[in-house]
């Protein structure tokens, strides 16, 4: 059963029966938003006509306030499309008007007890793992929202979620865990696009300290200097950014840690995976394999922002995956690899077609009949495989009937790969996903494992279709 909307403000508390369930999407952005948007038909009800700004959403044991109510009357039927933020960025409300003068040293308890103790809004809050302390300048005059800022752009690596009123402040290594999930290309999700940005490269930063820039006549604590990525400037050449000054830092060694933080010596990689209908369970903080075996890219990321339809049977769910530095070298040697062995495959189609020309006219039609796309077909007690070459790509189309670990099936002669691969892909069956770890010789497609996406083993799967390909 799927879960219900409860609309409220002072006088009512309502079910909202008459949302238009493909509309309806929860965004998660770490450290960034959590809303909620969606659109309703007027079906004469109390919820209804609550739909209006500043009133409360129920959903899921979390209170959303609807900031933007949008009613459209056109064609006899009156709609309204909602957008509602969850209550804790509410904490706007709230306002320091004391200011702490000066740079001073806080904990990021200390600056959340310095703005919520005794607020009349009831924002709480809880820091989860440990922080260093750090220097801020004249902290408060400003309100809650200014308080959450604060503390990510001082603490890089503070993430900030919230359990209705409750602020939670993470460690990010407390907030993001390993579940042993993956995402497949191919397998759950049938499009991830990846953006590479070469636009904020910065390999080279020059280095003062805050007098050297504000103070007339003062001795500097500590000399200008250059802190930079020897690695990526032999690669792309020098990109410099902008002077580094920051009065939180006294000597040289701590303001070179620092300033190793700010350099981004590698182009930034942005990941938007669009999953398979009824693919479920994917959510902030999770650490996944990320697959693309046209690449044969296997990496760990991390989902920092979610698009979910959970009243939707035909809406794909959505997930953006952090560019970390591991992320960026493994794609880049991926895609270095991909290259050569496409320049490989090119090299060997131009060598041979040379050669049937020096020969006769023959191997030129053998190799341009080789070069077409060729089909072969499978069967046996465990279900139906379809393999298809095309220009030294075989695609695989499996529909799968009750198989169990060590399943194996046939690879047709001139299909199989000449080393072993050993990969896994996310299948399907009955609404519930699974984990199929698979092995490709030169004669023999195994099924090697089947397991849930806990990693748990299962016995077998009933029915289910798989897609992936492989070069040969």
């Known amino acids: 059963m799927k879960d219900k909307l409860v609309i409220k403000n002072n006088e009512y508390q309502e079910p909202l029966n008459s949302v238009l369930a493909d509309s309806f999407q929860e965004t998660i952005t770490v ?34 306030i609807i900031k933007q109510s949008q009613p459209t009357y056109a064609n006899s039927l009156n709609t309204t499309q909602v957008t509602a933020t969850h209550i804790g960025y509410d904490v706007s409300r709230v306002f320091q008007h004391n200011s702490n003068s ?22 709480s809050w809880e820091v989860i793992g440990n922080f260093d302390k750090q220097q801020i300048d004249n902290l408060g005059n400003s309100n809650g929202q200014d308080m959450l800022s604060k503390i990510t ?14 602020i ?46 504000t103070e007339e006549n003062s001795k500097p604590p500590f000399n200008p200097f250059y802190v930079q990525d020897d690695a990526s400037i032999k690669k792309y050449g020098i990109y410099e ?64 922002q979610v698009t979910l339809y959970p009243l939707s049977d035909n809406a794909q769910n959505q997930a953006q995956l952090e560019n970390t530095a591991k992320t960026i070298l493994n794609y880049n040697e991926s895609l270095h690899n991909y290259t050569k062995a496409q320049a490989t495959i090119q090299s060997n189609v131009s060598t041979s077609i040379s050669n049937a020309i020096q ?6 039609n053998k190799i341009n009949e080789s070069l077409k796309q060729s089909s072969q077909t499978v069967t046996n007690d ?40 050993n990969n896994s892909l996310i299948v399907n069956s009955s609404g519930t996903n699974y984990i199929l770890n698979y092995s490709i010789s030169d004669t023999t497609l195994t099924i090697t494992n089947i397991s849930d996406l806990a990693g748990n083993a299962v016995a077998k799967i009933t029915s289910c279709t798989a897609n992936f390909n492989y070069l040969i």
Request: some cysteine; hydrophobic content about 30%; charged content about 15%.
């Open 168 to 213: 939670k402040v993470y460690n990010a290594d407390d907030f993001y865990k390993d579940n042993s999930k993956v995402i497949t290309y191919l397998g759950n999700s049938n499009s991830i696009q990846l953006t590479y940005d070469s636009t904020s490269l910065v390999n080279k930063l020059y280095c003062v300290s805050d007098g050297n820039s």
């Open 241 to 304: 950014g902008n002077t580094l000054s920051d009065n939180r830092f006294t000597d040289a060694n701590s303001m070179r840690e620092y300033a190793k933080t700010q350099l981004q010596p590698e182009p930034s990689l942005s990941i938007q995976v669009q999953f398979l209908n009824g693919t479920k369970g994917y959510n902030i903080g999770d650490i996944c394999t990320l697959i693309i075996p046209e690449l044969d890219l296997k990496t760990k990321v991390k989902v920092t």
């Open 359 to 364: 020969s006769n006219q023959e191997e030129i």
């Open 382 to 421: 465990y279900g139906s495989i379809i393999y298809t070459l095309n220009n030294g790509v075989v695609y695989v189309n499996a529909t799968f009937t009750n198989i169990v670990k060590n399943t194996t099936f046939n690879v047709p002669s001139g299909y199989g790969s000449k080393t072993t691969i």
């Open 31 to 64: 450290n960034q938003a959590w809303q909620l948007q969606f659109n309703a038909y007027d079906d004469g009800s109390v919820a209804f006509s609550l739909l209006q700004a500043q009133n409360s959403i129920l959903w899921k044991g979390q209170e959303f």
């Open 153 to 166: 752009s001082t603490w890089s690596n503070a993430v900030i979620t919230f359990d209705n009123k409750k």
């Open 102 to 123: 000066g740079t001073k040293t806080y904990s990021v308890n200390d600056v959340l007890s310095y703005y919520l103790s005794g607020n009349s809004f009831g924002y």
